[in-house]
């Protein structure tokens, strides 16, 4: 079972606004920066988001990310059909001296 | 170009051993943390271990810890992972990967351990 926890699945339709969660506690997102990977079948994961809600050259403003007391979120504005991927959240964790990542998202564009 | 290579994967026997290895190019291999994260067959991303970018400080996970060992070679640009007393759960695509926040990946290299 994993530290940060993540739904398994989302969705939406092409144009739309969708979130994904990765909850946490304290002794990560809640006093850590956190960052979003997505990764497509057959491919390394990328950076998406980092240091809270930086994006790297790239990657369209389409992606933010934002936390709450312990909890993380990434939205994804204008949604398109590459968007599918699995999406990861990822942080450290200064109980466990350990980085710890999320579960994983699947999100489908329907 | 930006590039981490990973070699050395294979089969490996219960208990046996395995290196794998990641080349580094298109950056100053010496200012950058460097991390390995593992994905089994199927399943999300596992850290496994990082090393600071001179090599003074190394991390590992619990479930690694004591049987796999991190290092760098700065003149060849090489990350090293010496992987022993390997266990049928450490089979995984494993990853090299760029910087402290995990910016720069690898295609990884598959590691199969079974008898």
């Known amino acids: 079972q994993s530290v940060l926890t993540q739904p398994p699945s989302a969705s939406g339709t092409p144009g739309q606004r969708v979130t994904m969660s990765c909850s946490g506690s304290?002794?990560?997102?809640?006093?850590?920066?956190f960052s979003w990977y997505r990764q497509v079948p057959g491919k390394a994961p990328k950076l998406l988001i980092n240091?809270?809600?930086q994006r790297p050259s790239g990657v369209p403003d389409r992606f933010s990310g934002s936390k709450s007391g312990t909890s993380a979120s990434l939205a994804i504005s204008g949604l398109r059909s590459e968007d599918e991927g699995d999406y990861y959240c990822?942080?450290?964790?200064?109980?466990?001296?350990?980085?710890?990542f999320g579960g994983g998202t699947k999100l489908t564009v329907l | 170009e930006v590039q981490l290579v990973e070699s050395g994967g294979g089969l490996a026997q219960p208990g046996g051993s395995l290196k794998i290895s990641c080349a580094a190019s298109?950056?100053?291999?010496?200012?950058?943390?460097i991390n390995w994260v593992r994905q089994a067959p199927g399943k999300g991303l596992e850290w496994v271990a990082s090393i600071k970018e001179d090599g003074s400080k190394k991390w590992y996970a619990d479930s690694v810890r004591g049987r796999f060992t991190v290092s760098r070679d700065h003149a060849e640009k090489s990350l090293y992972v010496q992987m022993d007393s390997l266990r049928a759960e450490d089979t995984a695509v494993y990853y090299c990967v760029g910087g402290d926040v995990f910016e720069i990946w690898g295609q990884g290299t598959m590691v199969s351990v079974s008898s």
């Open positions: 240091t809270n809600n």
């Open positions: 990822a942080t450290w964790d200064v109980s466990l001296n350990v980085w710890v």
């Open positions: 304290s002794s990560n997102i809640g006093s850590q920066y």
């Open positions: 298109g950056i100053t291999f010496s200012r950058y943390w």
